[in-house]
């Protein structure tokens, strides 16, 4: 299991961009950590081994998923630049289309970043998108009639340092405790608060970590994040290279003393450990917490020319954590980046399989 750590201090580094698939005295809330210290050991859910239904296929890098008041399922597909709608009735609809995206990023210059993540906040639509390539990289937007996007934060300076603005934000939730939302920066290691305004600030920011018989420290990565039942913020951590098993975790963030942030001891504990590459995570309605790993040998995919051939090769999974139990949901999925749950279903975007499944929730 790996123990808890403290943190508040950030590794400033003079990077351009950091690609990331995508790193207590005072407890009110007592989190239960489990940690899944051998694959072999986890139990398994009956359905976890059975085909999934492909729920829409033919996308390019589908990622944030969420669902609106209709039922309609919205996918950010960060390779397309577009917003998709899938109704209930499984017609596909565009949204959005030529959003704000970067060419030439990843192995060989051959993928693309865009839309990550979206909110959808009174009446409106927000969209998160990654990676510094120019001025509409690394930033937030809202949907107009006319000209289609408008920015809601500024531009940012890429030499600048990471404190308090984008790097490569991945993924976003409403956070009405900021006045706007709480978005997941792995670029900077940290959760930065965005105010309706577009006024970014550091909300927590995560410390390195040491693995036994890594020599570098760790980076802890943010990934994925949700809000809890219990009206917490509940992030996936990615971890940073070599993306060691099973030191990926998923942690529990809350302002306890109201003064706007959650970086005082007690406002951040892990809550799941013993993962590994953790890229999503999502409450169900029964209060089932479901944990997307990107990929079991996360180096290796990481390592590869070719991101569609090598997480094929090496697929990742979901784990479903309730009561303190951990156990294997979906078995196989290639790249698990986004997730999306309902009291019957599980959504699940397997990005560089372009396509989006889904799994029934017993």
């Known amino acids: 299991m790996i123990q808890p750590r403290?943190?508040?201090?950030?590794?400033?580094?003079?990077?351009?961009?950091?690609?990331?698939?995508?790193?207590?005295?005072?407890?009110?809330?007592?989190?239960?950590?489990c940690s899944s210290e051998s694959d072999d050991k986890l139990p398994v859910h009956d359905a976890a081994d059975a085909e999934r239904e492909v729920f829409v296929d033919g996308l390019t890098s589908p990622r944030g998923l969420i669902m609106d008041s209709e039922g309609n399922l919205l996918i950010a597909e960060v390779g397309g630049g577009r917003l998709l709608k899938v109704t209930p009735a499984g017609e596909l609809q565009e949204i959005a289309t030529k959003l704000p995206h970067a060419l030439n990023t990843g192995p060989e210059n051959a993928y693309r970043a865009g839309p990550?993540?979206?909110?959808?906040?009174?009446?409106?639509?927000?969209?998160?998108?990654?990676?510094?390539?120019?001025?509409f990289s690394s930033r937030m937007f809202v949907l107009t009639d006319e000209p289609g996007f408008e920015p809601v934060t500024d531009a940012i300076d890429p030499y600048a340092p990471l404190s308090n603005r984008f790097s490569n934000p991945y993924d976003i939730v409403d956070a009405p405790e900021v006045g706007g939302w709480v978005v997941a920066e792995p670029g900077g290691n940290s959760l930065l608060a965005v105010d309706r305004d577009g006024t970014v600030r550091d909300y927590i920011v995560f410390e390195n970590f040491e693995v036994p018989d890594v020599e570098l420290p760790i980076e802890t990565v943010p990934t994925g994040i949700t809000r809890g039942p219990d009206g917490a913020l509940y992030v996936g951590i990615l971890t940073g290279w070599p993306h060691p098993k099973g030191a990926a975790s998923v942690w529990r963030?809350?302002?306890?003393?109201?003064?706007?942030?959650?970086?005082?001891?007690?406002?951040?504990?892990?809550?799941?450990?013993g993962l590994t590459a953790v890229t999503d995570v999502?409450?169900?309605?029964?209060?089932?917490?479901y944990i997307a790993e990107y990929s079991l040998d996360t180096q290796t995919v990481f390592s590869s020319t070719d991101y569609s051939e090598s997480s094929a090769a090496h697929p990742g999974r979901v784990?479903?954590?309730?009561?303190?139990?951990?156990?294997?949901?979906?078995?196989?999925?290639?790249?698990?980046?986004?997730?999306?749950?309902?009291?019957?279903?599980?959504?699940?975007s397997e990005e560089y399989a372009g396509k989006v499944t889904k799994q029934p929730i017993n």
């Not at 950030?10 to 007592?30: D, E, K, P």
């Open 6 to 33: 403290k943190f508040f201090t950030r590794n400033l580094q003079s990077l351009f961009f950091r690609v990331a698939i995508v790193g207590s005295l005072l407890v009110i809330f007592v989190a239960v950590a």
């Open 116 to 135: 990550s993540a979206i909110s959808l906040l009174d009446g409106e639509t927000y969209f998160i998108t990654g990676e510094f390539r120019g001025s």
């Open 253 to 273: 963030v809350e302002d306890l003393n109201n003064d706007g942030d959650a970086m005082d001891e007690g406002e951040a504990t892990e809550y799941v450990t």
């Open 282 to 289: 999502i409450f169900g309605t029964d209060g089932t917490l």
């Open 319 to 348: 784990l479903a954590w309730k009561d303190g139990e951990l156990g294997v949901f979906v078995s196989s999925a290639v790249s698990p980046t986004g997730l999306w749950a309902t009291d019957s279903t599980l959504y699940i």
